[in-house]
């Protein structure tokens, strides 16, 4: 798979087979987090694996019923939490850059998620609060997002997305004309 498939056919996965995730694939994804590029290079993302279920319990109270994501939480083989310590980012024309380093980090690992047969859901809808008390992370650090990690039982169609002529302007804004 080259790296423009693995962009293409990434889907976000909510249902996910009991199969075990080898350790050295969780390693791996974390790896590829891990050469993301990042404010300073100050590198501000921590993540937290979670492979049993007994901290589920206390995770899956955050989720409202109503996320689409929520039962992928309670049932895949492995969860990974997404934080970031913000004292190891910087501030810059009021845009907080933590959040930027983390999901550069967070789609590294989604991406090489697929590419290993894996699949992965970026979940953003949660009370971060009892997160954060569930899992025992620390005062300041913050929880940019989290997603379930494992062998996928579905296959989704891709979901839509906005032309290029919508989002991309060439010489003057608005123009999408080259
Ligand atoms: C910042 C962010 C937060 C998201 N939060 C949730 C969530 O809480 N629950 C969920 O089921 N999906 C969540 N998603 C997944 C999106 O719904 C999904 O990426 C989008 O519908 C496009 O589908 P695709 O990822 O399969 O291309 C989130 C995605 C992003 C990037």
């Known amino acids: 798979m080259d ?18 995730v080898e350790w050295a694939k969780i390693e791996q994804v974390l790896d590829a987090a891990r050469l993301a590029p990042s404010w300073k290079n100050m590198q501000c993302w921590r993540f937290l694996v979670l492979t049993g279920m007994e901290e589920r319990e206390a995770l899956l109270a955050a989720f409202p019923d109503d996320n689409p994501g929520k039962r992928a939480i309670a049932s895949a083989p492995v969860v990974i939490v ?3 310590d913000p004292a190891d980012s910087g501030v810059e024309n009021g845009i907080d850059y933590f959040v930027a380093d983390t999901a550069i980090a967070f789609e590294h690992l989604c991406l090489a998620a697929h590419a290993l047969g894996l699949g992965s859901c970026w979940m953003g809808l949660y009370d971060e609060a009892v997160v954060s008390r569930a899992l025992g992370i620390p005062a300041g650090v913050r929880v940019v997002g989290i997603t379930p990690l494992g062998y996928p039982d579905q296959e989704p169609k891709a979901r839509p997305r906005k032309d290029l002529a919508e989002i991309a302007y060439f010489n003057e804004w608005g123009c999408a004309q080259c």
Request: charged share 45%; glycine share 0%.
């Open 3 to 20: 790296i423009f498939e693995v962009i293409r056919d990434r889907r976000s996965i909510r249902k996910y087979k009991d199969t075990p």
């Open 82 to 84: 997404v934080c970031a």
